[in-house]
């Protein structure tokens, strides 16, 4: 979406993006409807046929699918997202006869079973396809993981104009929050690896000594009704505020006193350097890559660790890691300008 965004009238590049589906409504299709950024859809659906055979006769549908718009569009570059979709989009891209192939890799390679590694060592080292990495700690994992030799970095880029004036009191008051109310935020998808339920037994404990506080909580997933369960079960059922996705992100970090992510696995974390944007305290996991330590307002916490130490991060009582970076490594204007030298370097060793 913000290569969509930002490259839209771009005179050096014309960016569409490729959907493996067919129209859904989402937020971010009803976005690019309203500004004209160039979507097609694949027209693939799942056969739900013999529960036996489906799963392969999808996946070789779905590769048909895809190949046959690669064909109708016919583009100078491949660009492929997400290491769990090389098994789908490899061997299209590699028949379409498009010969610049890049694909971003946005997990941690640790997390992959044995399959989709072996599909990223096919496709990074038999077929040409070039890796992009998006924080260094990631690089140095697929080196040893996938075997990659060379890639370029890229870091998930952030829209530095869309955090200017913005008014924290205003905001908490469109939501309803007074002003003593402590907010507590993260922002992700409800997924096991993003490890909510740590997070909301942190939260229970920091109530003990801080009942005016709320816990907010941004994004959608298939583990939302487990985690309103377990709140449930921790009595804090009433202290949580679910918001869904919003398109607004970057208003409620400016809500927030604390910004926490207890992932089990991060590759990049940009949420992370969206709230030190915003200029936001965070307490973090340490699976969270020190890439994202960009302020003097970060505390990176072993997932180990005793409880006790996490509240003490949230009371402001440890001292903050130290910056690896700035802010302006982050801003999506580099993330582009990169990209671009990318591409046309990649397109340059063609000729």
């Known amino acids: 979406m913000n290569y969509l965004r930002y490259l839209k009238g771009d005179k050096e590049i014309e960016m569409t993006l490729l959907v493996n589906n067919v129209p859904q409504n989402t937020a971010y ?85 044995q399959p989709i590694v072996l599909w990223a060592r096919f496709a990074f080292r038999l077929l040409n396809v070039y890796p992009i990495c998006v924080t260094q700690g990631q690089a140095q994992k697929a080196v040893e993981r996938y075997g990659i030799k060379q890639y370029s970095i890229i870091r998930n880029g952030i829209d530095i104009k869309r955090f200017a004036n913005i008014d924290r009191n205003t905001v908490r008051q469109e939501l309803g929050f007074a002003a003593d109310t402590t907010i507590i935020g993260c922002v992700g998808r409800f997924d096991k690896i993003k490890n909510h339920s740590f997070l909301l037994h942190l939260f229970a404990e920091y109530r003990k000594e801080n009942d005016n506080a709320i816990l907010m909580l941004v994004g959608e997933g298939p583990e939302r009704e487990n985690i309103k369960k377990l709140a449930a079960d921790l009595g804090i059922a009433d202290k949580l505020l679910f918001t869904g996705v919003r398109n607004d992100v970057e208003r409620l970090y400016y809500t927030m006193d604390i910004f926490m992510l207890t992932s089990f696995h991060e590759s990049s974390s940009i949420v992370t350097v969206e709230a030190q944007m915003a200029g936001v305290k965070c307490v973090i996991a340490d699976s969270i890559p020190a890439d994202a330590v960009v302020t003097n307002s970060v505390n990176r916490i072993a997932l180990n660790a005793p409880l006790s130490t996490w509240i003490a991060a949230m009371k402001d009582e440890l001292p903050y890691d130290k910056p690896q970076g700035k802010l302006e490594d982050f801003s999506f204007k580099t993330t582009i300008q990169t990209l671009k030298q990318t591409y046309k370097t990649l397109l340059k060793q063609q000729k």
């Open 29 to 113: 299709e009803q976005e690019c409807k309203r500004n004209g950024y160039p979507v097609i859809y694949s027209g693939y659906t799942a056969w739900t046929g013999c529960p036996g055979i489906c799963s392969f006769v999808n996946w070789l549908k779905s590769q048909y699918y895809i190949y046959r718009e690669i064909r109708r569009c016919k583009p100078d570059i491949i660009h492929s997202h997400i290491t769990s979709n090389l098994p789908f989009v490899t061997i299209p891209a590699l028949l379409s006869g498009v010969k610049v192939r890049v694909h971003t890799l946005h997990s941690d390679p640790d997390v992959f079973s």
